[in-house]
């Protein structure tokens, strides 16, 4: 749990103190899952960082079935995205509700969309109700990701 407060907090210093100290990079803790997650949900860039180097899986999952990937996504987060995909984070890898492609494309965030697809996701995923990313688009009247797709 310590860990983990630490990478949902932002502390580099207390997660590169408990790395140092024997922590393992991908423990999981807790309601809020893994650290990855955690730091990537809150755009903690350097404990993401930091655990990667450190052999955290960058696929792993929190409890709810969220990687690092669609958490950052989930901000919008281009930056901790960008980290992610430079240490082979799955592009299609699916949520409890959804995948990193429809995530960007329900809010309309057209630069994480074409970042995404460059880098392989699938276009015509859908999640556990039938959404896709071209649905989560027009739903949303992102007329440009629409095109796009």
């Known amino acids: 749990m310590l860990k983990e407060g630490a ?7 207390m ?3 408990l ?14 899952g893994l650290s990855m997650p955690a730091a990537a949900l809150q755009g903690h860039i350097e404990i993401d960082k930091l655990l990667l180097d450190s ?3 960058v696929n792993a999952a929190n ?4 990687t690092a990937l669609i958490a950052a996504c989930s ?15 799955d592009v299609n890898a699916h949520g409890r509700d959804s995948h990193a492609l429809t995530i960007a494309c329900s809010q309309g965030d057209v630069k994480l969309a074409m970042r995404l697809i460059q880098c392989g996701a699938d276009i015509n995923a859908r999640n556990r109700s039938g959404r896709d990313a071209l649905r989560a688009a027009s739903e949303g009247g992102h007329i440009e990701l629409v095109r796009l797709l």
């Open 15 to 17: 997660v590169g103190f």
């Open 55 to 57: 052999g955290a899986d």
């Open 19 to 32: 790395l140092g100290n024997g922590a393992d990079a991908d423990a999981g803790f807790g309601d809020m």
């Open 63 to 66: 409890s709810g079935h969220d």
């Open 75 to 89: 901000r919008g987060n281009l930056e901790v995205v960008e980290l992610l995909l430079m240490y082979d984070a």
């Open 7 to 13: 990478s949902h907090s932002g502390s580099v210093e």
